[in-house]
C-alpha cells in the first residue's frame, strides 16, 4: 500500500454540513450540461446532421463517434489538470470560470454553420465545432463534478448534493428541449427541418449555459478556503503514472466504469434513434415530444425525492439495482407492445397518454439510480485515496464517464449501421416513412438493448464500498493526517509547502 502520510494533511477536507442554498448554486451549474447534453445528443445530433443539413447516416455516425472516443480521452487529462492544479482560487473554480465564454462561443460556432459552403466543407466544419464545444462542456464538467465530493465527505449528504446536480441538469436539457420544439421547431417556425431555428437555438443555449456556469462557480467561491489544497509534489513521471493506475484500478471503479461501457452503447443507439421513433413510429408532433419532455422535468423531482431515502433504507448499492432493473423493464415496455402488435393506432390519445406515463416512471428510475451511481463515485474518492495518498476527484470522475463516452459513440456509429441496414430515407418528409421499415428497425435494436442495459445492472453486483467502508476509510485517512501533524512538530522542515 502506498504511504498515505505523503499528502494526508489535503487528504480529508474540513467537513461542514451544506445548506440549501449552498447545494441549490452548485446544482444550477448543472444547467449548462443539461443543456449541452440535449445539443450533443445523438438524439438531436443524428437529425440534425443528416435530415437537415445532408450528410449521410453513417457518416454522421463516424463523426458522432469520434468525437465521444476523443472526448473521453480529454476528460481524464482535464481531470488530473485539475487535481494538480494549485491557485489561490483552489482546484477547480479557475477552470469553471474560464469554461463560461469558451462554452457559450463553441456552441454558437456549432449551430450557426455556412449555408452555402459545399457539403464536405460543411461537414468538416461542423465536425470540428462539435470537438471544440465537447472539449469546452469538458473543461467545466469535469472540475465542477469533481467539486462535490470535497464540499461534503457524509455518506448520505453526498447523495442529496448530487440530487440537485442531477435536478438542474435535467430541469436544464429537458426545458430546452420543450422550448425547441414548442418555439423553435414548432410547425409555425417551419417544423423540425428548418436549419435556421437550430441557429437561433444556438444563440439561447449558449447564454443559458454561460450564466449558469458563472452562477454556480461565483456561488461556490466562498467555499473555496475550506477544499482541499494539495501540497507541492515532485514526482517522477514514473511515479505518477503508477498513482494514476492505483487510482484507476480501484475495484469499485471498474465495477461503475464495466456498467457504463454496456450502458454507453445502449445509450447511444436510444438517443440516436429517438427521434426517428417519435416522429416515424409513434407520429408524434414537435409539440407532443416537447411534453414528453416537461414529462422529464417533473419526474427530476420525483427522483430527487426517492433517491435519498431508497439509498437510506437500501443502502446505496441495493438502491441502485432495485431502480435501474426497474428502468431496465419499463423503458422496453412501449417498443415490446409496438412489435407485438398490442399498441393502439398512433391515431388513438391512449398512445401518447401511454408513452407519457411509462416516460415518466423510467425517467424517475433512471435518474433516481444515476443520482446514487454518483454519490457511489464520490465514496471512491476516499476509498482510492487510501491506497494512493491523494485525492484524485477530477480523475475519478472523468474516468467513470470515459467508457460511457466511447461506448455511446459506438451505439450512435451501430444506430448509423441500423438505419442503413433498413434503407431509411434519408429525404423522406416527416410522417412518409413506411411503417414497415420501422418496425424492422424495432426488431432489430430492441434484443442490442435489452442486452446491453441488461449487462450494465449485473455489473454493479460487484461494487464493494458501503457505509462502513466509507467512514473506515474516512477514519484511517483523518489518523493518517493527525499523524502527520504530530510528525511535523519534531521535523517541521519534511512538511510539504503548501498553496
Known amino acids: 500500500m ?187 417556425a417551419g417544423g423540425v427541418l428548418n436549419r435556421g431555428a437550430y441557429a437561433q437555438y444556438g444563440l439561447l443555449a449558449a447564454t443559458v449555459m454561460g450564466i449558469s456556469i458563472l452562477v454556480s462557480a461565483l456561488g461556490t467561491h466562498n467555499q473555496i478556503p475550506r477544499l482541499s489544497k494539495p501540497a507541492v509534489r515532485k514526482i517522477s513521471f514514473a511515479a505518477a503514472m503508477k498513482e494514476v493506475f492505483d487510482t484507476l484500478s480501484n475495484r469499485s471503479l471498474v465495477v461503475v466504469m464495466l456498467s457504463g461501457l454496456c450502458s454507453g452503447i445502449g445509450t447511444g443507439m436510444s438517443y440516436a434513434l429517438s427521434q426517428y421513433f417519435y416522429l416515424e413510429l409513434w407520429g408524434l408532433t414537435a409539440a407532443q415530444i416537447s411534453y414528453l419532455s416537461v414529462a422529464g422535468a ?30 431496465w423493464a419499463t423503458s422496453l415496455l412501449p417498443l415490446t407492445l409496438k412489435l407485438a402488435g398490442v399498441m393502439p393506432p398512433n391515431s ?20 433516481a439510480g444515476l443520482i446514487i451511481i454518483s454519490s457511489m463515485i464520490a465514496d471512491v474518492v476516499e476509498d482510492a485515496a487510501v491506497k494512493t495518498g491523494v485525492r484524485s476527484e477530477g480523475l475519478l470522475f472523468a474516468a467513470n464517464g470515459l467508457l460511457p463516452k466511447f461506448t455511446a459513440g459506438i451505439g450512435v456509429f451501430v444506430a448509423g449501421l441500423l438505419l442503413t441496414l433498413v434503407a431509411f430515407p434519408k429525404d423522406a418528409a416527416q410522417g412518409a416513412v413506411d ?10 435494436y430492441l434484443p442490442v438493448i435489452a442486452v446491453m442495459n441488461g449487462l450494465s445492472v449485473l455489473v454493479l453486483l460487484f461494487y464493494r464500498i458501503d457505509q462502513n467502508a466509507h467512514e473506515q476509510n474516512l477514519a484511517t485517512l483523518k489518523e493518517a493526517a493527525a499523524d502527520l501533524e504530530k510528525a511535523s512538530e519534531v521535523a517541521p522542515d519534511l512538511i510539504p509547502p503548501r498553496i
Open 2 to 188: 502506498t504511504d498515505i502520510t505523503a499528502g494526508a494533511t489535503d487528504l480529508v477536507p474540513a467537513p461542514a454540513k451544506l445548506g440549501v442554498p449552498t447545494k441549490v448554486l452548485y446544482g444550477f451549474g448543472s444547467v449548462a450540461f443539461g443543456v449541452a447534453g440535449l445539443g450533443l445528443s445523438s438524439s438531436l445530433l443524428q437529425p440534425y446532421l443528416n435530415r437537415v443539413i445532408g450528410l449521410p447516416a453513417l457518416w454522421v455516425g463516424t463523426a458522432i463517434m469520434l468525437s465521444l472516443m476523443l472526448d473521453a480521452v480529454i476528460d481524464p487529462a482535464i481531470g488530473r489538470w485539475s487535481d494538480k492544479l494549485r491557485t489561490p482560487w483552489g482546484r477547480r473554480h479557475p477552470l469553471m470560470y474560464c469554461a463560461a465564454p469558451l462554452v457559450a462561443m463553441a456552441c454558437i460556432g456549432f449551430w450557426n454553420s455556412p449555408a452555402d459552403w459545399p457539403l464536405e466543407a460543411t461537414g468538416v466544419y461542423l465536425i470540428g465545432m462539435l470537438l471544440l464545444l465537447r472539449l469546452c462542456v469538458s473543461l467545466y464538467e469535469v472540475p465542477s463534478a469533481a467539486l462535490g465530493p470535497e464540499l461534503t465527505t457524509d455518506y448520505h449528504q453526498r447523495t442529496s448534493l448530487f440530487s440537485y446536480r442531477f435536478f438542474f441538469a435535467v430541469v436544464g436539457g429537458l426545458g430546452m428541449n420543450v422550448v425547441l420544439y414548442q418555439v423553435f421547431l414548432s410547425p409555425a
Open 435 to 444: 411503417p414497415a421499415i420501422m418496425l424492422r428497425l424495432v426488431s432489430i
Open 348 to 367: 388513438s390519445p391512449a398512445v401518447f397518454l401511454f408513452l407519457l406515463a411509462d416516460g415518466f416512471v423510467y425517467t424517475t428510475l433512471v435518474i
Open 298 to 327: 417533473l419526474a427530476s423531482i420525483s427522483a430527487i425525492l426517492i433517491a435519498g431515502p431508497a439509498s437510506k433504507a437500501l443502502g446505496k448499492k441495493k438502491a441502485m439495482l432495485v431502480l435501474f432493473s426497474a428502468y
